[in-house]
């Protein structure tokens, strides 16, 4: 009857864990979930359904073990390279259950990212199945999975299959250059020499290797034309001033206008679907902002993601802006410039 009643308690301690959303926490740039110890749980058993040693549990709280748990007593367990994935698929006797975070005021997907292990927006965008950079305070965002043995922990429940990540992507950019190399199979019109190695046996017409040689002539010609579409197509992003125009004018401005010095930060997007983005402190983050470029007169439309990150090589910058809006810019990366700003 004891044995049936702890079996009992374990089921309900399960449901209750599975019933809670993980909520990730910081602690001087280090992350944990808080747990609550229940009834007949262990410095041992709490190890086993974290994935963790119980022994760097009981030091990250700055406890002994020789001191056992109590019930109700709230600990501190830490996320680190063995038990936080944040990226890739779990492996067959592993478990990923997504762990959480509550978007504040004035959060984007970029500081978010960058206070969770610098994960970029389009891998927070992939794990919450997102189309758009919008975001909802108090929302809450899966910004990684605790990683634990299914037959360990009693969390492997509530474990999920995560999403394709964005490591996934370049399967697609290897598909490209095969593409490339069937272009290559062109040097078939080199067949003719065999044409050319009779014509010789022939003795006569030595006037025929004549005509051999504007065929080489043309096929050049049509070569040429090849290598230049790569260089039209990535002149031809730059030279629109972003998706984000048409809405620029749509949505409601309050002609807001200012100049300063801006930075710039590396980024994937914007380079073929001119979708650029800017950080910028004390605006919504989804605003449309119109930046021109002082020293090039040049004009690009970005996105709000978020506030700029402290730090002092941020210091006296008005914005910064991606890597692909800067190019459009005509500005070298890496470096600060003069910009005017309207929104």
Known sequence: ???????????????????QQLMVQQEAGKLYVPHTVQPKENWYSVGRMFNLSPSVIAGFNG???????????????????????????????????????????????????????????????AFNKMKTDDVVIGSNLVVGYLKVKKELSPLAGAAVLPPATVASKPATTTEAPKATTSPAATPKPVNPPPVV???????????KPVEDKPAPVTKPAEEKPVVPP?????NDAPSTEGAFAAVYKDQSKG??????????FKSTSGWKDGKYYVLMNKVSPGTIVKITSVSTNRVVYAKVLGEIPPGKENDGLLIRISNAASAQLQVAEGSKFDVSLVY
């Open 63 to 125: 406890l002994k073990m020789d001191k056992g748990l109590s019930i109700g007593q709230k600990i501190k367990i830490p996320l680190n390279d063995q038990n936080l994935a944040q990226g890739g698929q779990p492996a067959a006797d592993e478990a990923f259950i997504p762990v959480f975070h509550t978007v504040k005021e004035k959060e984007g997907l970029y500081r978010i990212g960058q206070t969770f292990n610098k994960v970029s927006a389009d891998q927070l965008k």
């Open 1 to 19: 009857m004891k044995k049936f009643y702890t079996l009992i308690l374990l089921a309900f301690t399960v449901l209750q864990l599975q019933a």
């Open 255 to 264: 002609d807001n206008q200012t100049t300063g010095l801006a930075g710039i």
């Open 197 to 207: 190695i009779k014509e010789p046996e022939k003795k006569e017409p030595v006037a």
């Open 230 to 234: 790569p260089t039209i197509v990535r």
